[in-house]
T-cell receptor
Framework: GAVVSQHPSRVICKSGTSVKIECRSLDFQATTMFWYRQFPKQSLMLMAT?????????EQGVEKDKFLINHASLTLSTLTVTSAHPEDSSFYIC???????????FGPGTRLTVT | AQTVTQSQPEMSVQEAETVTLSCTYD???????LFWYKQPPSRQMILVIR??????QNATENRFSVNFQKAAKSFSLKISDSQLGDAAMYFC?????????????FGQGTRLTINP
């Protein structure tokens, strides 16, 4: 149990376009989902915390108008990178919190390349 | 703000030997959780082991064990009988225990290489 999926696993888009990444908890309900960004050979950087049915909480320095997060159901959160630029190219990882316990379960990540 | 520091960017060990990865953290909280995550080349984050700060006993999961020194704010991971599949990036992480405090704070990571 506690499986989190992400789609797509890889995406290439042109500069100026928008791209949506989905994060799903497959076998549990996730009241909270998290979105991370990871640059090569670096650690995970938390971008935002997403609670079902409410607005996401963004970390300092993360542009909320550029990285739109929607958590419309207990099993799905989406991250939309708007007007993508080459510097947005990165590995994006989501995680989901299962109920009141402290484990976060991670998705396999999405590699975004902006050309 | 809480911080997590992994001072070893890279470590290597011979297969079947034992290796210890270091982690220190800074917090003013008394109740919190500590974790070690493994990120293999697939990039999938895998929880290796967790420790509740209020528990004095060190956590153990098969070949993986921790040395939790609360006063020193140290949380090292020992991998015994290293296997080729243990090769990965290892991240130490901290989380406050209070309700609503859900954010994980990660260290910089240690890349572990297993030599056959």
């Amino acid at each position: 149990g506690a499986v989190v999926s992400q789609h797509p696993s890889r995406v290439i888009c042109k500069s100026g376009t928008s791209v949506k990444i989905e994060c799903r908890s497959l076998d549990f309900q996730a009241t909270t989902m998290f979105w991370y960004r990871q640059f090569p050979k670096q650690s995970l950087m938390l971008m935002a915390t997403s609670n079902e049915g409410s607005k996401a909480t963004y970390e300092q320095g993360v542009e909320k108008d550029k990285f739109l997060i929607n958590h419309a159901s207990l099993t799905l959160s989406t991250l939309t990178v708007t007007s993508a630029h080459p510097e947005d190219s990165s590995f994006y990882i989501c995680s989901a919190r299962r109920g009141a316990k402290y484990e976060q379960y991670f998705g396999p990540g999405t590699r975004l390349t902006v050309t | 703000a809480q911080t997590v520091t992994q001072s070893q960017p890279e470590m290597s060990v011979q297969e079947a030997e034992t290796v210890t990865l270091s982690c220190t953290y800074d917090t003013s909280e008394s109740d919190y959780y500590l974790f070690w995550y493994k990120q293999p080349p697939s990039r999938q984050m895998i929880l290796v082991i967790r420790q509740e700060a209020y528990k004095q006993q060190n956590a153990t999961e098969n070949r993986f064990s921790v040395n939790f020194q609360k006063a020193a704010k140290s949380f090292s991971l020992k991998i015994s009988d290293s296997q080729l599949g243990d090769a990965a990036m290892y991240f130490c992480a901290y989380r406050r225990a209070s309700e609503g405090a859900q954010k994980l704070v990660f260290g910089q990571g240690t890349r572990l290489t297993i030599n056959p």
